[in-house]
């Protein structure tokens, strides 16, 4: 019985809190990004973005081959141009140990990738994948576009 009111708790605690917040760039940066144009020559862009409903008093970071993006709230996207023709490893933090999504990058192709959040036993672990383009304009047109470059590791 104890155990069960104690999940409940660590449940309730996670719909309850307030919503996580990070630095946002201005509106018409973020309707630029919304306008998913193609990437400069030679280059891919990636759309990594987070709109789940599912532990919105987190942050977690996002890397690309180690390099900090940022840290992700509810509903906000970041939008980075890479090297095209390259394989990159996109990461994210979790409960115990990253998570990561490794992709092939083709110059002047977009690439968006959803970071969603699970519950674990103690905090909520995040996870990444690659989303085709059609959803992925979906999904980020609703969404505000985050400050890059920092990272809580």
């Given at each position: 019985m104890l155990k069960n009111i104690g999940f409940l708790a660590i449940i309730l605690a996670f719909f309850v809190t307030g919503c996580a917040s990070v630095p946002l760039e201005s509106e018409e940066k973020s309707q630029q990004a919304k306008q998913f144009e193609e990437p400069s020559e030679g280059?891919?862009?990636l759309y990594i973005y987070r709109d789940s409903f599912v532990g919105r008093a987190l942050k977690k970071d996002v890397w690309v081959d180690g390099k900090c993006i940022g840290e992700t709230a509810p509903d906000v996207f970041f939008y980075k141009e890479v090297e095209g023709d390259k394989e990159y490893k996109i990461s994210t933090e979790?409960?115990?140990?990253?998570?990561?999504?490794?992709?092939?990058?083709?110059?002047?192709?977009?690439?968006?990738?959803?970071?969603?959040?699970?519950?674990?036993?103690?905090?909520?672990?995040?996870?990444?994948?690659l989303i085709d383009e059609e959803q992925g304009k979906k999904d980020v047109s609703k969404l505000d576009l985050a400050v890059q470059g920092t990272c809580s590791q």
């Open positions: 280059k891919a862009g979790s409960e115990f140990s990253p998570n990561d999504l490794i992709i092939n990058a083709k110059a002047g192709m977009l690439y968006f990738i959803r970071q969603y959040i699970k519950l674990g036993v103690f905090v909520g672990g995040a996870g990444l994948e």
